[in-house]
């Protein structure tokens, strides 16, 4: 544990993470140039990003079961393969009905990578730098989106679609290469770290730990804070940002960029934070999702189109809900135990994509209705108005409030749990930060 092995292992497991991140958001990079190869509406093409997620998000649990079962390397080593097989198919797909089979074997790949590599890291290392190296993982993960938005947004102004899809393809050949011949499991002498004995067992930690409020807890915390910045950068940012906003294509790209960067800042501070103050994070998650709604309101109520150091400071805050995520791995680990560590992470991290991939999609058939009522008053089609824009991304008022009623119902469980089992009362916040007052002045 904590060896110099474990290390390799980290960083090989997060190079294979960071090819992921690479395959799973090329498309939001390419989706202006999939609108002109496909000449398709908002709504097919939105297909593209959506089926891929519902792939990926439904997935996470049998993933799960199957990583305590087998192992994460056996896992991370197929869906490395498939990913790489399904941007070849995207690559030479000649319509969007092939493009859909490309991503959906992108979606199954990319299923298997990041629960695995958490698995991992559980399993190499212990102490207080298991939070952290997660949100490290996650920022290691994220330079995948600025390989997208740079170098693979390049290839495909300057190469085009197969070339830059190709590219993309050998980066997880050489993922695969590097994995074979450096992961493995754990090390040998690790406690409590063999497989689960069949797949019956398997499912039995599964149903336990869905069963956990712990468990549940960590899930509603990955809904509401990963999935707004997740739909803007897999699909609706670049089209929202060029063709609602105005913005030129590379100043667009920056700001995904900047989107990349504030997570990574943003993620070794939430780690120290998390492993510090274990028993505020939900508090954490939910000032961060209050954050965004905010900036987002701002945004969608100015009356013009917003300025550029609005969509900066939205772009910034966005960036900080991916790393807020993690914090929903970090409650799978604390209550669950380690032969059933694989399931609860699936189960937690289907929660922002689910939430994604539903508003991508009703994102999508919003802009479609609007441009049909649009042409159907006798006015010029207009698929990606600012006004559309407007409309469309009402929707996560409603889908992200209603994670934060569920995360609320799930801490309520979690800490009547802890109160009846530990012994430990949470008491809330303010009379907590009310208590520091007052022994700060006794002092």
Known sequence: MNSRRAWLIFGIGAFLYLVAVLQRTSLGVAGVAASERFDSSAAALSMLAVLQLVVYASLQIPVGVLIDR???????????????????????????????????????????????????????????????????????????????????????????????????????????????????????????????????????????????????????????????????????????????????SQTAALMILLLVGSGMVAGPILGLLTARFPLRRSSLVLGIVYVIGLVWSAVLLWPEQPPLWLIVLLVVVMGVGGPGSLIGLDFARTFNPMRSLGSANGIVNMGGFVASFVMIFLVGAILDVLDHARVAAGEPSDLYAYDSFRLAFLVQYIVIGFGVVMLLHARRRTRRQMKHEEGIEVAPIWVALSRRMRRHRGE
């Open 70 to 248: 087998f192992g994460p390397r056996a896992l991370m080593l197929v869906g490395t393969a498939l990913m790489g097989i399904g941007q070849i198919v995207v690559a030479f797909s000649p319509s969007i009905t092939v493009a859909v089979i490309g991503r959906v074997l992108v979606g199954a790949g990319d299923a298997a990578i990041f629960i695995s590599l958490i698995r991992l890291i559980s399993s190499w290392f212990s102490g207080a730098i298991v939070p952290q190296l997660s949100q490290w993982v996650g920022n290691i993960g994220q330079l995948g989106q600025v390989l997208s938005a740079v170098p693979f947004a390049w290839a495909l102004l300057y190469f085009g679609w197969t070339p830059a899809f190709v590219a993309a393809a050998s980066a997880s050949a050489l993922a695969l290469f590097l994995g074979i011949l450096c992961l493995r499991d754990r090390p040998r002498d690790a406690p409590d770290g063999r497989h689960t004995g069949s797949l019956r067992t398997a499912m039995h930690h599964l149903r336990a730990a869905m069963k956990r409020p712990g468990t549940q807890l960590g899930f509603w915390s990955h809904f509401v804070s990963q999935s707004s910045g997740t739909v803007f950068t897999m699909f609706w940012g670049i089209p929202f940002l060029v063709f609602g906003v105005g913005l030129s």
